[in-house]
């Protein structure tokens, strides 16, 4: 069964930090490279970050770098998305997603339903 459930959204200050989880069925987790993606109101879906299960790689959009962190937890088949200084432009709904490859050679094949983040003060 594939499967993709995000955790661990909320409601955070400026500057603050939030943990993200995505549990990954063990089909996805061992064969897909799973990306975090976020869409915030009337702006365009933007991939953040992904980890590719092949070779532990990991990507992360520019406006990410250095303050967000993907890891994964084999122990409990979770994909995880530290993200720290958190801007006011953070604020969307989260997703993560399985693909076959991280890139844009590779669009995903599998979505969660999506977890909000909030960054305001």
């Known amino acids: 069964q594939v499967q993709l459930v995000e955790s661990g959204g909320g409601l955070v200050q400026p500057g603050g930090s939030l943990r993200l989880s995505c549990a990954a069925s063990?089909?996805?987790?061992?064969?897909?490279?799973v990306g975090w993606f976020r869409q915030a109101p009337g702006k365009e879906r933007e991939e953040v970050s992904c980890?590719?299960?092949?070779?532990?790689?990991?990507w992360y959009a520019d406006s990410v770098t250095g303050r967000f962190t993907i890891s994964r937890n084999n122990h409990r088949n979770t994909v995880s998305l530290q993200m720290n200084s958190l801007k006011p432009e953070d604020t969307a709904i989260y997703h993560c997603?399985?693909?076959?490859?991280?890139?844009?050679?590779?669009?995903?094949?599998?979505w969660g339903l999506g977890t909000q983040v909030t960054v305001s003060s």
């Open positions: 980890f590719s299960s092949t070779d532990g790689r990991t």
């Open positions: 997603a399985a693909m076959v490859g991280c890139g844009t050679d590779y669009p995903p094949l599998y």
């Open positions: 063990a089909l996805i987790k061992d064969h897909y490279a």
